[in-house]
Nanobody
């Protein structure tokens, strides 16, 4: 069965960096676009970034553009989110997800499988 497992909880100071990982199994990873979303306390889940099958094409939310980088290693069936210059407003539960249509769009309905989420807390 399809499984997406994000790395463990992260606590970081504002201005710092961290990298999230999401290990995929149960499907041909290299055949699917992948995405990252996040949900802050009291807010709706929102798009963060997406990456195409080869890793050569990416899409970002305006709020993270220039600070976050999505990448993938198809040999390891893993997608990453490098977060630099983090801010307290980046505090959220972060989810990786599989893009069923291969369009790399921001809409959650395009994604059919989700990880369990990992908490990222940025202290000021």
């Amino acid at each position: 069965q399809v499984q997406l497992v994000e790395s463990g909880e992260k606590l970081v100071q504002a201005g710092g960096s961290l990298r999230l990982s999401c290990a995929a199994s149960g499907f041909t990873f290299s055949s699917f676009y992948m995405g990252w979303f996040r949900q802050a306390p009291g807010k709706e889940r929102e798009f963060v970034a997406a990456i195409n099958r080869s890793g050569g094409g990416t899409n970002y939310a305006d709020s993270v553009k220039g600070r976050f980088t999505i990448s993938r290693d198809n040999a390891k069936n893993t997608v990453y989110l490098q977060m630099n210059g983090v801010k307290p407003e980046d505090t959220a539960v972060y989810y990786c997800a599989r893009d069923r249509w291969g369009l790399g769009r921001k809409s959650q309905v395009d994604y059919d499988y989700w990880g369990q989420g990992t908490q990222v807390t940025v202290s000021s």
